[in-house]
């Protein structure tokens, strides 16, 4: 008898969608900001373990702010530039494109596993884009407070929810793919690091499954070449 259609979301086809029409010998280049890792290292740590000749051109909040006012980055960072001097905007967009690179395998070859990858990234940016916002401290404060416990939370109960149904410690069982680096960087890591203005820390405490997935993800030999080669 076949196996729950869920089990199949943490298969991958044994052979990923070719890359052969990309030249891996020619410069990407990726621009973020050079202390944040947020919504730029899911595609670091992608072009890293795709092989892939690239390089990180990431600047500090000053450079950023005189080339924004000279008309540079007119949507923000991150970016990529490609070898055909093609740049692109959007940090899950470029994260996928660099996820497919190489073998490393961060983003499935199955469609439907893709789309399950996919979920999980689209929550993650709606828990952050719907966070509320204000010019007045002291109402942007109560509104975050509010968001906290309430919407916020129904977005990771569902991430949470999604882990226990893969069986841990990711996503997708025991592969570690592109969701979990944007779960980490994006949110799980926004909220402990205390970046995240009126949202405690200790806040994501209450989920252990995604407080145990962002730890094997940090643990997880892709990601600690990453860190090694930085160093």
């Not at 970016?79 to 470029?94: C, R």
Request: hydrophobic residues 40%; proline residues 6%.
């Amino acid at each position: 008898q076949l196996k729950p259609l869920d089990l199949k979301l943490a298969r991958f086809c044994s052979t990923p969608p070719s890359t052969a029409h990309l030249n891996m010998a020619a410069l990407i280049e990726f621009t973020y900001f050079a202390t944040l890792k947020g919504r730029g290292e899911p595609t670091r740590i992608a072009l890293h373990a795709s092989g892939a000749l690239w390089k990180d051109c990431s600047i500090d909040f000053a450079t950023f702010r005189e080339a924004k006012k000279a008309g540079k980055y007119p949507t923000g960072l991150p970016q990529l530039k490609m070898p055909s001097g093609k740049v692109y905007t959007q940090s899950i967009a470029m994260a996928r494109f660099a996820a497919k690179l190489g073998k490393a395998e961060l983003y499935p070859a199955d469609p439907e596993a893709a789309m399950a990858v996919d979920v999980v990234m689209d929550v993650c940016q709606d828990a952050l884009t719907k966070c509320p916002q204000d010019s007045d401290t002291e109402v942007k404060k109560a509104k975050r407070e509010e968001y906290a416990a309430g919407n916020l939370k129904v977005y990771i109960d569902i991430l949470s929810k999604l882990i226990e149904e893969s069986g841990g410690p990711f996503f997708a069982g025991e592969k570690l793919t592109l969701a979990d680096l944007v779960c980490k960087y994006y949110l799980v890591d926004l909220i402990t690091t205390g970046n995240w203005d009126y949202m405690a820390p200790d806040y994501i405490n209450g989920w252990p499954l995604l407080v145990a997935a962002a730890k094997a993800t940090a643990e997880h030999p892709i990601v600690k070449a990453y860190e090694t080669s930085k160093a």
